[in-house]
Structures are given as C-alpha cells and as structure tokens.
C-alpha cells in the first residue's frame, strides 16, 4: 500500500465548475499537508497548506483535512481554464526530509 | 531574483554515459533538494542538503551523487546511466524549517533526461 494515494484522473470539466480533488494516506504521524500545482512542463508551485486538522480557505481555493479519516481534500469554486494543470497533495511529519507526495491528479476546465 | 534555476532542461545520454544536472538557486536557501518524477508516481526525493558541505541520501539515491560546496549551488552527478533514470529531475530548495512553518519548497522548471 501506498502512503499516499492520490486519484490520476484525469478529470474533466466545465468553467464555473466546482471540483473536488482528494488523497488519502496511511501514516498517522502527518502534521503537514499541501497542495502543490504544477502546470505542464513546469515545477510544482505551492498552492495550499494546513496544519493539522480543520479547513483552510484562499480565495476560490479550500483545503480540508480529516486525520481521523486520513483523507484530505481541495475544493475549487468557480473554475477557470487557468485552472488546468496537475494537482499534488504532499503531507509531511515535520521535516522536508519526510515529505511524501501523491502522484498528482490532472485537472482540465474546459472553456 | 531568478528563484531555482536548472541546466540543461533537456538532455539525451546514452547507456553508461555520465552527466551532471546543474542546480543554483538566489534565494540564500539553506536547503535544497533533488526529486525525480516518472509518470503516475508522484515526486521521490533523491538526496537532499541541510547547508554547505551537508549532504543526505533520500528514498531512491542509488546511481547518483552530489556535492554542496556553496549555498547557491547543488549538483547531481549520474553515474553510468542507465534506461531506469529516465525521468524528470526538479531541484528545489526551502529556507529551514519550511515544512512545519509553510510548507513550501521552491522548485526549478525541471530537466528532462532520456537514457537510451
């Protein structure tokens, strides 16, 4: 198993859409998670982070985090075209030494 | 400021060739890092560095090598190349302590290696 799954999709949809992107992990020592996006041919880029549990909210983007389930999620509310690209969720106990990534799930707005 | 910044961006070696992917960075970053990305299977850390003459392996070290003279600069070295190190190399870096502040690692645009 995994320590972090991540659905690929890929995942399509329509502008103005909201969209849900989840990942799961096993290890209970995570404190850390983030969203990292990375549009094609580039490096990822950091999006969103939360410590420990609850919801985090930036402007059209909000990250959720269960510990209790070990499943985190990104909403996006209103999707642009601009929003395409590939989604990586990353958690981590402390340290970048133990930062774990999904492997990124790919998201298309269509216009 | 340039952020991270990688050399080459594409490059083809042959079996058992030897190369190095360049790394530097302007951001006065303790830390710095080497991730390799294959398709479907996420970001794996290669070896990463603390500070200037601190060197540590991660979770996939095998056939590469690195060396941290500077602050700015972090190079990895392959070694006899072989088809499985076929992949994307991103160098990242981070102030320290990043992870449990913000979570943030500054990543280069990537270079493309293909091992034929």
């Known amino acids: 198993q995994k320590e972090v799954e991540q659905d690929p999709g890929p995942l399509s949809v329509p502008e103005g859409a909201i969209v849900s992107l989840n990942c799961t992990y096993s290890?209970?020592?995570?404190?850390?998670f983030m969203w990292y996006r990375q549009y094609s041919r580039k490096g990822p880029e950091l999006l969103m982070y939360?410590?420990?549990?609850g919801n985090k909210e930036d402007g059209r983007f909000t990250a959720q985090v269960d510990k209790s389930s070990k499943y985190i999620s990104l909403f996006i509310r209103d999707s642009q075209p601009s929003d395409s690209a590939t989604y990586l969720c990353?958690?981590?106990?402390?340290?970048?030494?133990?930062?774990?990534f999904g492997s990124g799930t790919q998201l298309t707005v269509l216009p | 400021n340039a952020g991270v910044t990688q050399t080459p961006k594409f490059r083809i070696l042959k079996i058992g060739q030897s190369m190095t992917l360049q790394c530097t960075q302007d951001?006065?970053?303790?830390?710095m890092y080497w991730y390799r990305q294959d398709p479907g299977m996420g970001l794996k850390l290669i070896y990463y560095?603390?500070?200037?003459?601190?060197?540590d392996k991660g979770e996939v070290p095998n056939g590469y090598n690195v060396s941290r003279s500077t602050t700015e600069d972090f190079p990895l070295r392959l070694e006899l190349a072989a088809p499985s190190q076929t992949s994307v190399y991103f160098c990242?870096?981070?102030?320290?302590?990043?992870?449990?502040?913000?979570?943030?690692?500054?990543f280069g645009e990537g270079s493309r290696l293909t091992v034929l």
């Open positions: 939360t410590y420990s549990s």
């Open positions: 290890n209970s020592a995570f404190q850390y």
């Open positions: 951001m006065n970053h303790n830390y």
């Open positions: 990353a958690m981590s106990s402390g340290s970048a030494r133990q930062l774990t």
């Open positions: 560095s603390v500070g200037a003459g601190i060197t």
């Open positions: 990242a870096s981070s102030p320290p302590g990043s992870v449990g502040l913000s979570g943030e690692l500054f």
